[in-house]
């Protein structure tokens, strides 16, 4: 065991020390931390995709060093998600919990106009896990997307558990100074957007948990629209590119993730800009897929764009005069008006056809 | 439960405006996660107690946010604490399980050389300790410790779990640019330190789990020497003042903090380092209280100092031409030469009385 553990750190070292910044040394990170957790060690594990420009030290020491720059701000995040709360291994393949594990991190870097920079992953699995190839394929998720935005693994910390797989995910990005997009600052007159589309996540969790089950006469496109939804549910896409443009060139005037539904996040922003909202039913962007889909299933499309969770779409207000700069796609992805910021404390409203009713933040279960 | 949740919510949003940096400011960040817990939002808690030199934005937001400042290095840490892995609900109380989390963290960052500025917690809980003073008290003994250091709680994030406690704790220090101490950099030559005393937590472990008994017998001074050990396990105190003074006047050439054992940290630093070691058993700092139980119970304290975990001391090495410079004590904790670098590559020898013999890694087994 000991002559393994000293290979498996020698290769470390040997990967620190060579010039390819990326293969390999995934490969001998995965083996490392996979050494020091079976002899339950508490020594670090540290990056081996370095950002050369300013990653002063990674593996093998007590912590993670990096160089600060002047006329930055670093914004940091954490999310704990636990097996059986947050997600259940039956129903998740390991590379795209790893994904996720990522994804929601750099859903609210994106949130704050930031740019992602690097990522620390503290892993606690059971025995039975640890000896399969669980950690392989998670780790081989979380770096796939971590090179698509040039996100470095800097540290990160193994344990076991009795039962549940545990996963903390902390992501570190940048800002010019100031530039950070908070919740607290968005003004009445201020135009709603949000990326994306909504709604999607929520019912192909439903469609995941067998709730929404397909009848007996089924057209044929049904098999893949519900599988395009149960996709976006476990393989969300954080609008990182959005994100970063939106505070980068001063954009949005707030922005929060949407990450417990639309009508609790716009809540959130709302409650913490001290304003209000008037939506249009009309604008949502209710996800496609699901539209199509309702045609032969019980689905309420506009209720999960409305109130379910995980989307991880931006939600964001731009001022008037900004308006004319706002791009319509990045990569693709649209954002889309979808109502204003009144001066009425908290009050949020929707309006369908003629009227307006007020929407109840998390209100999901009156629609479902 | 909705309104107590915009309670709880507005009470931090008033602490927040208040110029008090902490008392009344804490007990509304408790209060937060509390109740975003029982709603199970996955929306972020922050900051409250803010250096307001640089934090620019803690609670109710996405991510936290402070700002870089030319010629400082980040230096970034994470510690997964798992029950009944790393602690034991039963032997440890909730104030001191909040102490350890920290203190363990703290003690990476000051094993860098580095101060400790921020931090942040993921919190996972199950319903019934959710339900019972656990997290008021854990959050206690967290932040008694973090006052102390000026730590500033700046984010988290908080789950229940199906059955154990789980803990994350991240901290995020400072040092000038390039001061980091690495283990890598020792050099032969280098004298040896190690602050405090070693050997004491181990043994208090095993009083703990109650495999050394006492005797019938029993000396008076017995039972406190226990308690003594007992509260050094259970209370560990990082070097973080020592951590700081070593890298801000660039005394140390390396260092790395004792959680393994002597022999197994030494032995990283060496390997990190290219170089050997020669201790001299009679000069390693055994624990004062272990040496005095050591005359009623069956214990090896200089095998404990050896080997034994969880001392959270710091080992360092310095060149000859900076011992002049170096403190004896810093707030009346000594820093002891135990010994010297060598040039013979991962060898590590104890000196005994006259002879020399081989130093095993972790090799507490054979002497306990």
Redesign the interface.
């Known amino acids: 065991m000991r002559d393994e553990e000293e290979r498996a750190?020698r290769s470390v070292n040997r990967a620190r020390q060579s010039s390819r910044p990326t293969g390999g040394s995934e490969f001998d990170f995965i083996n490392l931390i996979r050494q020091q957790a079976l002899k339950?060690?508490?020594?670090?594990t540290s990056s081996l995709i370095a950002h050369p420009s300013s990653l002063?030290?990674g593996i093998?020491?007590?912590?993670?060093?990096?160089?600060?720059?002047?006329?930055?701000?670093?914004?940091?995040?954490?999310?704990?998600?636990?097996?059986?709360?947050?997600f259940r291994l039956r129903t998740t393949l390991p590379a795209l919990l790893g994904h996720k594990a990522l994804a929601?991190s750099l859903?609210?870097?994106a949130?704050?106009g930031?740019r992602p920079r690097?990522a620390?992953l503290?892993?606690?699995v059971p025995a039975l896990i640890w000896q399969s190839n669980f950690l392989d394929e998670f780790y081989r998720g979380f770096f796939t997307l971590a090179r698509r935005f040039r996100v470095s693994l800097?540290?990160?910390?193994?344990?076991?558990?009795?039962?549940?797989v545990?996963i903390?995910s902390?992501v570190?990005?940048?800002?010019l100074?100031?530039r950070?997009v908070?919740?607290?600052t968005a003004r009445p007159g201020d135009h709603i957007f949000v990326t994306g589309s909504l709604g999607g996540s929520y019912l192909g969790l439903k469609l995941l948990e067998g709730r929404k089950k397909p009848g007996r006469s089924l057209h044929g496109d049904v098999e893949p629209l519900m599988a395009r939804l149960i996709k976006r549910h476990r393989r969300p896409e954080p609008r990182v590119l959005w994100g970063s443009v939106l505070g980068e060139e001063r954009l949005a005037s707030a922005?929060?993730?949407i990450?417990?539904g639309l009508s609790?996040?716009l809540s959130?922003l709302c409650?913490?800009s001290g304003v209000g909202a008037r939506l249009d039913a009309a604008r949502i962007p209710v996800d496609k897929t699901a539209l199509r889909l309702s045609k032969f299933l019980p689905l309420d499309p506009l209720a999960a764009a409305l109130h379910g969770?995980e989307d991880f779409e931006l939600l964001f207000t731009v001022r008037p005069r900004n308006l004319a700069r706002l791009p319509r796609r990045i990569n693709g992805v649209a954002a889309t008006y979808i109502g204003d910021v009144t001066g009425e404390p908290e009050k949020i409203v929707i309006r369908e056809g003629a009227r307006f009713r007020p929407l109840p933040?998390g209100g999901f279960e009156h629609f479902a």
Chains 1, 2 share one sequence.
């Open positions: 750190e339950h060690q508490r020594k670090k002063i030290h093998g020491d007590d912590a993670a060093v990096f160089e600060q720059r002047r006329g930055l701000d670093t914004v940091i995040t954490t999310d704990l998600l636990v097996e059986e709360v947050d929601v859903s609210d870097i949130a704050m930031a690097w620390l503290s892993v606690g800097i540290g990160g910390d193994v344990s076991r558990t009795p039962e549940r545990v903390d902390i570190l990005g940048e800002t100074h100031g950070a908070l919740r607290a922005m929060i993730d990450s417990d609790s996040d959130h409650r913490e969770g933040r």
